[in-house]
């Protein structure tokens, strides 16, 4: 059975830093699908953070993250990574990873059934 992991959440105070990583487990290929992050604040919408899909070379960040977040994967561990820099407020929501998402230069969407999704973490930024 394919899980998904995340991990690395928290409480920081705004400007400051943190590191999410998600764990694949039961898919010997993981490394060579795309994944993603995406998060959901309290009464508001699922959005995509950062996806990224090694076959084709493709990253797709979100304009609200865009030279804050960095995406990269520790293939050797089957781990996807979200490097978050400069949090702000607006940032707190709990971030949840997804293998097998598509990811265009322009846009990364979840495929329904065939996404697999972790439980997520909670990042909460104080002010």
């Known amino acids: 059975q394919v899980q998904v992991a995340e991990s690395g959440g928290g409480l920081v105070q705004a400007g400051g830093s943190l590191r999410l990583s998600c764990t694949v487990s039961?898919?010997?290929?993981?490394?060579?699908?795309?994944m993603g992050w995406f998060r959901q604040a309290s009464g508001k919408e699922r959005e995509v953070v950062s996806c990224?899909?090694?076959?084709?070379?493709?990253?797709f960040y979100g304009d609200s993250v865009k030279g804050r977040f960095t995406i990269s994967r520790d293939n050797a561990k089957n781990t996807l990574m979200l490097e978050m820099n400069t949090l702000q407020p607006e940032d707190t929501a709990t971030y949840y990873c997804?293998?097998?998402?598509?990811?265009?230069?322009?846009?990364?969407?979840?495929?329904?059934?065939?996404?697999?999704w972790g439980q997520g973490t909670q990042v909460t930024v104080s002010s």
């Open positions: 997804a293998l097998r998402v598509i990811v265009l230069p322009d846009r990364c969407a979840a495929t329904g059934t065939l996404t697999v």
């Open positions: 990224d899909n090694p076959t084709r070379g493709t990253t």
């Open positions: 039961g898919e010997p290929l993981a490394k060579e699908l795309p």
